[in-house]
């Protein structure tokens, strides 16, 4: 079974930046697409950047890209999402995902969150 367990979060001011952790459990992910998404209150959960496990290839929503990276840590099966020049409106409960797949699109198995929160 797989475990995703997201650490990281907490309360930063806006731009500053903050780097969260996902560490994934129970299978091999070579052939995995993972993702971070995030849920902000009253808000629909949104996709916020992933990476394919074998190559390291990522893409981003256009909302995040050029100021969130995501990473992946092979050896310690670890997902990474560092955020710099973090706004307001990136405040939001962040999600680690995985996509056994690796077509991006299908998101099997989740953890259970990490909180951020961006003051003005």
């Known amino acids: 079974q797989v475990q995703l367990v997201e650490s990281g979060g907490g309360l930063v001011q806006a731009g500053g930046s903050l780097r969260l952790s996902c560490v994934a459990s129970?299978?091999?992910?070579?052939?995995?697409?993972m993702g971070w998404f995030r849920q902000a209150p009253g808000k629909e959960r949104e996709f916020v950047a992933a990476?394919?496990?074998?190559?390291?290839?990522?893409w981003y929503a256009d909302s995040v890209k050029d100021r969130f990276t995501i990473s992946r840590d092979n050896a310690a099966n670890t997902l990474y999402l560092r955020m710099n020049r973090l706004k307001p409106e990136d405040t939001a409960v962040y999600y680690c995902?995985?996509?056994?797949?690796?077509?991006?699109?299908?998101?099997?198995?989740w953890g259970q969150g990490t909180q951020v929160s961006v003051s003005s």
């Open positions: 129970g299978r091999s992910f070579t052939r995995y697409t």
């Open positions: 995902a995985a996509n056994p797949a690796g077509n991006g699109l299908d998101y099997a198995y």
């Open positions: 990476v394919n496990w074998s190559d390291g290839y990522a």
